[in-house]
T-cell receptor
Framework: SAVISQKPSRDICQRGTSLTIQCQVDSQVTMMFWYRQQPGQSLTLIATANQGSEATYESGFVIDKFPISRPNLTFSTLTVSNMSPEDSSIYLC?????????????FGPGTRLTVL | AQSVTQLDSHVSVSEGTPVLLRCNYSSSYSPSLFWYVQHPNKGLQLLLKYTSAATLVKGINGFEAEFKKSETSFHLTKPSAHMSDAAEYFCVVRAKGTGTASKLTFGTGTRLQVTL
């Protein structure tokens, strides 16, 4: 399986500020994704991070709120902008398209965000 | 369109007894199916996956699942529960042949409690 790291692992932020979360993979992967897991809930896909082009957002998520970068095949960032308490969640990075893994996605450890 | 229903939000078993976590899916195409486990304050770990090979899939830590197309089910089982199995379990479906990124649809999760 892929080794995926996320920074920070957790943070407590003030309302109105922004936080950038980093995701690093130990090898090149075709696909990178960002998910949100609200307290006590399942995972919801925010967007697909496309290398060299704009991310593809799911319904209900917009670029102004969740800008995403993917400068290469091993790294991506998600920014949570102008945060409110409703943004308090775990944000998870996942990767797919790893050689030999078929359509399996592997997940990072997540970033636990609390907005006051 | 695809969806997945986890029939139990919470399951409690005694250590050493069998585990059954139920999952039903709906998919317009032949699906790939996954079970992931999430331990408290940890990321998601892949338990097993079905991708149209053998219908009985064996995973890590003694878990297995059987794909039953006629019942549209993919229940997760383990013959004997261990205290370390206590966690949240997610059934996940991905439709094949969509021509899009590897979009996963998550169930709402089943919390497994293991008692002495």
């Amino acid at each position: 399986s892929a080794v995926i790291s996320q920074k920070p692992s957790r943070d407590i932020c003030q309302r109105g500020t922004s936080l950038t979360i980093q995701c690093q993979v130990d090898s090149q992967v075709t696909m990178m994704f960002w998910y949100r897991q609200q307290p006590g809930q399942s995972l919801t896909l925010i967007a697909t991070a496309n290398q060299g082009s704009e991310a593809t957002y799911e319904s209900g998520f917009v670029i102004d709120k969740f800008p995403i970068s993917r400068p290469n095949l091993t790294f991506s960032t998600l920014t949570v902008s102008n945060m409110s308490p409703e943004d308090s969640s775990i944000y998870l990075c996942s990767v797919g398209g790893r050689q030999g893994a078929g359509d399996t996605q592997y997940f990072g450890p997540g970033t636990r965000l609390t907005v006051l | 369109a695809q969806s997945v229903t986890q029939l139990d939000s919470h399951v409690s078993v005694s250590e050493g007894t069998p585990v059954l976590l139920r999952c039903n899916y709906s998919s317009s195409y032949s699906p790939s199916l996954f079970w992931y486990v999430q331990h408290p304050n940890k990321g998601l770990q892949l338990l097993l996956k079905y991708t149209s090979a053998a219908t009985l899939v064996k995973g890590i830590n003694g878990f297995e699942a059987e794909f039953k197309k006629s019942e549209t089910s993919f229940h997760l089982t383990k013959p004997s529960a261990h205290m370390s199995d206590a966690a949240e379990y997610f059934c996940v479906v991905r439709a094949k042949g969509t021509g899009t990124a590897s979009k996963l649809t998550f169930g709402t999760g089943t919390r497994l409690q293991v008692t002495l």
